[in-house]
């Protein structure tokens, strides 16, 4: 079936890899038939910080948040599915990406009376460490774990899927190829999960 994906971006350079992942990634997408949107949170002028507006308010489960929350709120509702792509910087998302999430991903919108409606998110995270590396002390589970169940799972998403691309700083022009073609068959595959990413992270399960 055919998803209207979301794909929110962040990092302060546009020629960086994330953003060549990013264009490689929707243009997979598109040939498998779905459609996107890409959201640039650097290039909008998002603002990343969260003010009194935007701080929910326990007792008010409907609360209207700021225009620019709002609009991104609504910006969601317009897709069917999720992904977002960004560097892994201490060992975690960058706080633009952070600072979104805090904003849009609020107190009756994502969690609380009301859940996210979207079924699917992607999150594809570049990683300048090798996957070793990352492993050596459980980095990739710990961000995989709170990505999953702590934001998708919390937020009604049945189905949650963390893809790491690593060692992005190397100089084997041939192995970043490999990379950027990795972010395309991603795209083309947005909709074939495999079961075990189903079965782990489907709501319900306990945390």
Do not use: C
């Not at 489960?61 to 560097?87: T, W």
């Not at 998403?157 to 192995?175: G, M």
């Amino acid at each position: 079936m055919a998803q209207n994906v979301l794909i929110v971006t962040a990092h302060p350079r546009s020629g960086s890899l994330t953003f060549a992942v990013t264009e490689r990634f929707k243009q997979g997408l598109l040939d498998a038939g779905h459609s996107a949107e890409v959201l640039d949170l650097h290039r909008s002028g998002f603002d990343p910080v969260l003010r009194e507006e935007d701080e929910p308010d326990w007792s008010n489960g409907s609360k209207k948040y700021s225009a620019e929350a709002e609009a991104e709120m609504e910006r969601m509702r317009r897709h069917d599915a999720l992904a977002y792509i960004f560097p892994i910087w201490w060992y975690g998302l960058p706080a633009m990406l952070k600072g979104y999430i805090d904003r849009v991903w609020n107190y009756g919108f994502a969690y609380g009376a009301s859940k996210l409606p979207h079924q699917r998110v992607l999150w594809i995270g570049l990683a300048a460490a090798t996957q070793e590396q990352l492993r050596k002390r459980g980095f990739d589970e710990m961000i995989g774990h709170q990505l999953n169940v702590g934001l998708a799972h919390y937020s009604g998403i049945a189905e949650s899927r963390l893809e790491i691309l690593y060692d992005t700083l190397s100089s084997d022009q041939a192995y970043m190829e490999k990379l950027l073609d990795d972010a395309h068959e991603l795209g083309v595959h947005y909709d074939q999960w495999h079961a075990e990413h189903a079965a782990r992270f489907k709501v319900g399960t306990e945390i």
